[in-house]
């Protein structure tokens, strides 16, 4: 396939033009290298950071701490969403305030938690876990309200007890609006983690880029920042293919 | 019974019945508030934590008003605002062509989306360091960090409503000869009223988040940096003040971004009527 058919083929060929053009700025001089790394050592700078400054254990901890937290979220979400969606009028009066706060700046409260739970896991937890808690609580009620009536009352004419309704009916479907809650928990919470790791200086891959930033070793944190971008794109990408699976459109 | 009165009649009982939800949802709203506040207050006095690490109403409401009525607020609350509005200016100048770009060449669109897409997933605030060295560490850097979070919901906003402009309406440029900047605010800008202001929402609540992050590491004035030094110096009742003052102020923003996105897109002529 040529590149000018290739979508992809053609981006891997500006971002190595891209890399090369850093690449020559910074040796001629005309960028320092104090503000941008060259990409051949960004590059050498990730093969250092995974044998001395222990890139996969922090890596390990971020994903941990991310699914930690993206499964308290789903056990507390799904729970809270369909009691939302059982007691229309709490629904109706919680919706609102839910919205709210998944627009507001959640993150900010992360000093509040440093003040109880102290420069912690436990503070990078709670975090992901609110943060992540809240689209899935809200998914899964518009999922469970958006079930199609005539569903329902195939439900209600097999004579469906109300577990068996829930289990049989109301649950598998809703699962695609589910999943979208639970999907964008995890990158909320994937999110949130990596950015109060960075801002306490704590934790897994956030804890990297600030450390290099503290002891001004460049290509190490770009190192560090373009490792975060993959990480974050891998988990968007197989999130989104797996929720491609679910929802067959 | 005509045909007025039958309708009256089944009116009457079905606002009711309306009326009834409306006063259980308020009736669930205050006592939820009644019960938090309850257990925060419950929680603040019964010692199970550190002592102050949550303060009790008493201590936290005059924090509010001292906080309020001190003049150096509003010089930290005048510095954040003018980093989010700058950020968010910056984002959308740049995002609005882009998007309109990546909409309408659609190879380009492909060629670029899967960088975008990574990016826009990535937690902003790790770019706080390379933004400091580009920039320095001054207010620059926090207006940068907000239209580098700002950016991505517009670009990909607008890109994905270009997808949705009506082909009659392109095709009527197209006969019309239209140059490119003819076509783009004839045709492109009327119909991307909607998703420009979703996109504006959508960034106008990450560009708050990217400037007050940025001043909560590494600043001297602004809200986050209020919040940072109340933090340092343990003042605890003080944090809660400024973080109420913060939540507040992000809400009543998306409410108003809301309101204005209603107006103009009910305005716009490709709106549903």
Redesign the interface.
Same mark, same amino acid.
């Given at each position: 396939m040529t590149m000018a058919k290739s979508p992809i083929l053609a981006g891997l060929a500006a971002l190595v033009a891209l890399c090369l053009i850093g690449e020559a700025l910074v040796l001629s001089g005309q960028v320092s290298p104090l503000v941008l790394a060259r990409p051949s050592q960004v590059v050498l700078a990730i093969v250092e950071l995974i044998r001395e400054e222990g890139l996969t254990q922090a890596f390990l901890a971020t994903f941990a701490l991310t699914l930690a937290a993206g499964a308290t979220a789903t056990a507390i979400g799904i729970p809270a969403g369909f009691l939302l969606y059982r007691f229309r009028s709490f629904g109706r009066a919680y919706e609102s305030w839910l919205a709210a706060l998944f627009a507001s700046p959640l993150v900010l409260l992360y000093p509040l938690f440093l003040v109880i739970l102290g420069r912690s896991y436990w503070t990078i937890f709670v975090m992901g876990t609110i943060t992540g808690a809240i689209p899935i609580i809200l998914n899964t009620r518009i999922g469970l309200v958006s079930v199609p009536r005539p569903l329902v009352n195939v439900g209600v004419s097999f004579n469906c007890s109300g577990t068996q309704q829930f289990f049989k009916v109301l649950f598998p479907a809703a699962v695609p609006d589910i999943f979208t809650g639970i999907r964008l928990g995890l990158i909320y919470a994937l999110v949130n983690i990596i950015g109060i790791e960075f801002l306490i200086n704590f934790g897994g891959l956030g804890r990297v880029v600030s450390e290099m930033y503290d002891r001004f070793e460049i290509p190490g944190m770009y190192a560090g920042i373009v490792f975060i971008v993959l990480v974050s794109a891998s988990v968007f990408a197989v999130l989104a293919r797996l929720e491609r699976r679910i929802r067959p459109v | 019974m005509t045909a007025v009165e039958r309708s009256a009649a089944v009116a009457a009982p079905a606002r009711a019945a309306r009326q009834s /939800?409306e006063r259980? /949802?308020l009736v669930?709203?205050i006592v939820?508030i009644a019960l938090l506040a309850g257990c925060w207050e419950a929680l603040a006095r019964s010692g199970l +934590?550190?002592q102050g690490?949550?303060p009790s109403f008493v201590l936290i409401v005059p924090a509010l008003i001292d906080l309020l009525t001190a003049p150096m607020l509003y010089r930290h609350l005048w510095v954040t605002t003018g980093e989010v509005l700058s950020g968010l200016a910056i984002a959308t100048a740049l995002a609005v062509p882009l998007g309109i770009l990546f909409g309408a060449r659609r190879?380009l669109g492909? /060629?670029?989306s899967?960088?975008v897409?990574? +990016?826009a997933?990535?937690?902003k605030? /790790?770019?706080?360091?390379?933004v400091m060295?580009?920039v320095g560490i001054g207010p620059e850097s926090k207006i940068a960090l907000g239209a580098l979070s700002a950016f991505f919901p517009v670009v990909l906003s607008t890109a994905a409503g270009v997808q949705h402009v009506s082909l009659v309406h392109l095709n009527v440029g197209r006969s019309f000869n239209l140059t490119i900047w003819q076509m783009v605010r004839k045709i492109y800008l009327p119909s991307l009223v909607q998703p420009i202001l979703t996109g504006l929402r959508l960034g106008l609540?990450v560009a708050?988040?990217g400037v007050?992050?940025g001043e909560?590491?590494l600043s001297n004035a602004g809200l986050?940096f209020l919040?940072?030094d109340y933090?340092n110096l343990y003042r605890?009742p003080h944090?809660?003040a400024v973080?109420i003052l913060?939540?507040a102020l992000?809400?009543a923003a998306?409410?108003l971004m809301g309101l204005v996105a209603k107006k103009l897109g009910s305005q716009a002529p490709d709106a549903p009527r």
């Open positions: - | /939800v259980r /949802v669930i709203r939820t +934590l550190y690490v949550v190879f492909r /060629v670029v899967p960088y897409n990574a +990016l997933t990535t937690p605030i /790790v770019f706080l360091p390379i060295l580009l609540g708050i988040i007050l992050l909560i590491k986050g919040a940072n933090y605890i944090l809660y973080l913060i939540f992000a809400v998306n409410a």
